[in-house]
């Protein structure tokens, strides 16, 4: 069974039988991580769009480690520019990589670079390794084809973003559950910054009352799914 670990805010590392990626790599700056950017080790590095608090790491990680960068073609071209490999793909589309299946999903959202470079537009992904499909919506507000992912996959684990602000908050969230239909539903995005302090444990008892799994995943802890 492939592995979830949450490295904070939407940072998640994934480990299947075929290969490592992270997503949304920000450590360094995020002072509630606790991994070491040093002991991450990775194949591919997945980044759901431009804003400092996901591109976060990715360019050293993925130098670290030779890793490519998979992104929204605008923003892997910006890598690309910056000296990373990478590879490009847009809203839509899947591939198969050596570690699994990726395919770009809507989200309704900005997409800059920290240096002011606008980089296209932001997705979310699934992920299928192992057989296993992962929902990592990004940053996004609640929209309704998250109804047509979820008539067309199987989403055994989806994290979402609940701090409201910048992106869906409690309610819409737990909205977006009842949409997606994952086995199981796990929060991001969520007290790295004072704007966006909320309770996770609120989102976990509205999906509970929905009839869905919900779970917080402490910074550092895995789920299997
Ligand atoms: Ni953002
Ligand atoms: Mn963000």
């Known amino acids: 069974m492939p592995k979830a670990t949450f490295l904070g805010h939407s940072a998640f590392y994934l480990e299947g039988k075929k290969g490592r990626i992270i997503i949304d790599p920000f ?11 040093q002991d991450i080790k990775v194949d591919y590095v997945l980044l ?55 395919k770009l999903t809507i989200a309704h959202h900005g997409s800059a670079a920290p240096d002011g470079t606008y980089v296209g537009n932001p997705c979310g992904f699934l992920v299928t390794m192992d057989g296993k499909t992962f929902y990592h919506s990004g940053d996004t507000g609640l929209f309704y084809d998250m109804k047509l992912i979820g008539e067309l996959n199987t989403i055994d684990l989806a994290v979402l973003p609940i701090g409201d602000n910048f ?38 008892k509205k999906v509970k009352a929905l009839g869905f799994n919900g779970q917080v995943l402490a910074i550092g802890s895995s789920y299997e799914f």
């Open 27 to 37: 450590i360094s700056g995020n002072p509630t991580a606790k991994v070491k950017l």
């Open 167 to 204: 992106t869906m908050g409690i309610d819409d969230a737990a909205k977006a559950v009842e949409f997606l239909k994952p086995k199981m539903a796990i929060p991001m995005h969520y007290r790295t910054f004072e704007v966006i302090n909320v309770d996770p444990a609120e989102f976990v």
């Open 48 to 102: 759901s769009h431009g804003h400092g608090d996901h591109i976060g790491d990715a360019m050293e990680i993925a130098k670290a480690n030779r890793a490519t960068i998979v992104a929204p073609f605008e923003l892997a071209n910006y890598c690309a520019n910056k000296g990373a490999s990478v590879h490009a793909m847009h809203i839509g589309g899947a591939h198969q990589f050596p570690f699994g299946r990726v």
